[in-house]
């Protein structure tokens, strides 16, 4: 608040002006804020402009600042032959925050399902937005977040440190986050529990965020399905990835039924893969490697892959059935 203060009178201060100002809160209450001694000296005619900050966090509603204004004497304030001109009062309202803030949970960059596979060494981030502009999310301790182990009946609250790492919000684009980093060494089913608030104490929901997911240690692949099949114009590649890292070579060869190889998709074309189950953002279009349109039939394909220079293991599933000898069939039909 800037308040200018105006000596109405004929006559220079001589002694030193008190100015006084107070809080009138929604309910009335009168809290004192400070007082400010000025220098002798206030001239008739003279405006004098006086700044006082206040903290706005814990005074929401309709309030009043109060000020007021005194030459000071050598026993106090000096008689008055009137007071009203040397009072003011000042209403102002403060919006209370009630806005939830927003948590958003990835793992490796991605949302999952309930029960999703994930890897064994996740890249888990717990970000959370808020409208407010002026108070920064960029308390620790307005977090909590919970882990419990497969075979365990209960939750054990996470600790920041290594594992976890947080990244406050600053304004005023209030976002923060906090990157979980574990390395899960058991296989089952995790549950991850998250709950955060604001500064001003709106939870990001009424009950905590809460996913389960599933760790399967060793590294694995299921048989890869193209989908849909038959198809007429593309078709999409589904499997299921097992471990902590994606191989490094994923190659798709597709052979006519004589075994003549007429395209070979590779994993830098499939995009992005992760552990888990993976639907390819890829298409194949059914056309050769020379991007002629490849004719109605059956075509058979296979996948070879590689990790840390081995080739991954296959693990079982329903799609084992529609395999023989590692190689599945594809229909085009135009």
Not at 41 to 54: I, M
Not at 133 to 141: E, G, I, P, V
Not at 232 to 241: A, E, G, I, K, W
Request: charged share 20%; aromatic share 10%.
């Amino acid at each position: 608040f800037v308040v200018p203060i105006e000596n109405i009178g004929q006559t220079t201060f001589s002694d030193s002006l008190l100015i006084t100002y107070w809080l009138e809160d929604d309910k009335l209450n009168q809290i004192a804020l400070s007082k400010k001694m000025k220098s002798p000296g206030f001239a008739p005619g003279t405006v004098l402009l006086d700044t006082l900050k206040l903290n706005s966090t814990n005074i929401s509603g309709d309030n009043a600042l109060w000020i007021y204004a005194n030459p000071m004497g050598q026993v106090g304030y000096q008689a008055e032959q009137h007071q009203f001109n040397n009072i003011g009062r000042f209403a102002f309202k403060v919006n209370t925050d009630i806005t939830n803030p927003l948590l958003d949970v990835t793992f490796d960059g991605r949302r999952i399902m309930n029960k999703d596979l994930v890897s064994a060494k996740p890249h888990i981030v717990i970000s959370v937005k808020d409208e407010n502009k002026f108070l920064a999310l960029n308390d620790t301790s307005a977090f909590e977040i919970y882990i419990q182990q497969p075979g365990q009946n209960t939750a054990r609250r996470l600790a920041f440190g290594n594992e976890l790492v947080f990244s406050p919000g600053t304004l005023p684009k209030n976002s923060c986050s906090i990157a979980y980093t574990p390395v899960f060494i058991l296989d089952g089913t995790y549950t991850l529990t998250a709950q955060a608030k604001d500064r001003s104490n709106n939870l990001s929901a009424k009950s905590s965020y809460k996913i389960s997911f599933d760790i399967q240690q060793k590294p694995g692949i299921t048989q890869v399905l193209n989908y849909p099949n038959p198809f007429s114009s593309s078709t999409r590649f589904v499997f299921t990835l097992t471990g902590s890292e994606v191989p490094e070579v994923f190659t798709i060869q597709i052979m006519t039924i004589s075994g003549k190889l007429v395209r070979e998709i590779t994993r830098d074309e499939l995009g992005d893969l992760h552990i888990g189950r993976n639907i390819t953002s890829f298409t194949w279009d059914g056309r050769d490697t020379y991007g002629d349109k490849l004719g109605n039939g059956v075509y058979l394909y296979r996948i070879m892959t590689q990790l840390n220079g081995e080739k991954m293991e296959l693990n079982s599933s329903a799609a084992d059935q529609y395999f023989k000898k590692e190689f599945g069939k594809m229909v085009i039909m135009r």
